[in-house]
């Protein structure tokens, strides 16, 4: 059985260039395009993985990270945050709300399947 990764980003060509990288090695992908359809996706059934973006409309990275960490469904999912953004007290305010790690847009296809296997045993 493939291990299940739900993708939280407003940016469709970021969602399909992550949801391509991950079928290609085997990961079934779920797409979300903010952070509330994200808690939506998250919360009606599991996933081994998430990653999301911080800046989004109707719900931020954070926000979402913080309301997801408030339902059972939530709690040992690990999240990794995929933005544009690298400021360090954004990073350790991830950290605080429970992602597990962050990583800097552009991404490489490589480092991004390295990070998935590392989060997903």
Do not use: C
Request: aromatic fraction near 4%; proline fraction near 5%.
């Amino acid at each position: 059985m493939s291990k299940s990764v739900l993708t939280v980003d407003d940016s469709p060509s970021i969602r399909r260039m992550i949801a391509m990288t991950l079928q290609e090695a085997g990961y079934a992908v779920t797409e979300a395009v903010d952070g509330q359809d994200g808690l939506t996706k998250a919360l009606a059934q599991p996933f081994d993985a998430i990653i999301t973006d911080q800046n989004m409309p109707n719900m931020d990275g954070l926000s979402f990270i913080r309301a997801l960490r408030q339902h059972p469904q939530g709690k040992g999912v690990p999240v990794v945050v995929l933005s544009t953004e690298s400021e360090e007290g954004l990073k350790q305010q991830a950290r605080e709300a429970g992602a597990l790690g962050w990583m800097v847009k552009p991404f490489t296809q490589d480092k991004l399947l390295a990070v998935i296997k590392k989060v997903v045993g």
